[in-house]
């Protein structure tokens, strides 16, 4: 079946621009999670949504990072006015209602911001 | 608070010599532990996991058994190919839950040579 999907592959912005990222999960899975992976910070986590419980945002980094889920499935990530420390390749993982099999990561979103 | 340590890299072989990276953990409770693979220019795969104290996981070769007494989770393989050059990143979910934020070690570069 269909894995995680992610669009953009690639994204390159100017600082100070607004970006949207976009994951679609494994049909079916109620867990979804943001994480970004960067050299020099390596795989941070972002934020997890179960369901319809209130989203897990400890790990975002400032307000100008953000993010939704609708209809319990697609979710977006958006980061506002862009900096160039944003750049980074930005990962979608789901997992289903029990976890004990792990979570599938999508391919990614590579961001540079100019 | 949650953590993962695993050895630095990179780790140089020749095809057909043993691989051992090691990895421990810091958790609350009885974390759900991973080792995840990246190979080249790709997303982030699960390679196996353990959910309890002295489980194995196995998976292409590769097995890692979870110690909690000495809270490791060295992942290990007999014979290693080139194919198996990638980097591996050691990871939990702690508190005993499956589901919930991944915790990440710094991932270990592995190159096989010929």
């Known amino acids: 079946g269909a894995g995680v999907s992610q669009s953009p592959s690639n994204k390159v912005t100017e600082k100070g621009k607004d970006v949207e990222l976009r994951c679609d999960p494994i049909?079916?899975?109620?867990?979804l999670y943001w994480y970004r992976q960067s050299l020099g910070q390596g795989l941070e986590f972002l934020i997890y949504?179960?369901?319809?419980?209130?989203?897990?945002k400890s790990g975002l980094p400032s307000d100008r990072f953000s993010a939704e889920r609708t209809g319990g499935s697609v979710s977006t990530l958006t980061i506002q006015r862009t900096q160039q420390e944003d750049s980074a390749v930005y990962l979608c993982?789901?997992?289903?209602?029990?976890?004990?099999?792990?979570?599938?990561f999508g391919p990614g979103t590579r961001l540079t911001v100019l | 608070g949650d953590s993962v340590t695993q050895m630095e890299g990179p780790v140089t072989l020749s095809e057909e010599a043993f691989l051992t990276i090691n990895c421990t953990y810091t958790?609350?409770?009885?974390?759900?532990l991973f080792w995840y693979v990246q190979y080249p220019g790709e997303g982030l795969q699960l390679l196996l996991k353990?959910?309890?104290?002295?489980d194995k996981g196995s998976n292409k070769g590769f097995e890692a058994t979870y110690r909690k007494e000495t809270t490791s989770f060295h992942l290990e393989k007999g014979s290693v190919q080139v194919s198996d050059s990638a980097v591996y990143f050691c990871?939990?979910?702690?508190?005993?839950?499956?589901?919930?934020?991944?915790?990440f070690g710094r991932g270990t570069q592995l190159t096989v040579w010929p």
């Open positions: 993982a789901s997992s289903p209602g029990s976890a004990k099999s792990g979570q599938f």
């Open positions: 049909s079916g899975h109620t867990a």
């Open positions: 949504f179960q369901g319809n419980s209130a989203p897990d």
């Open positions: 958790a609350t409770g009885y974390p759900s």
């Open positions: 353990a959910t309890k104290a002295d």
């Open positions: 990871a939990l979910i702690g508190g005993g839950s499956t589901l919930g934020r991944l915790y």
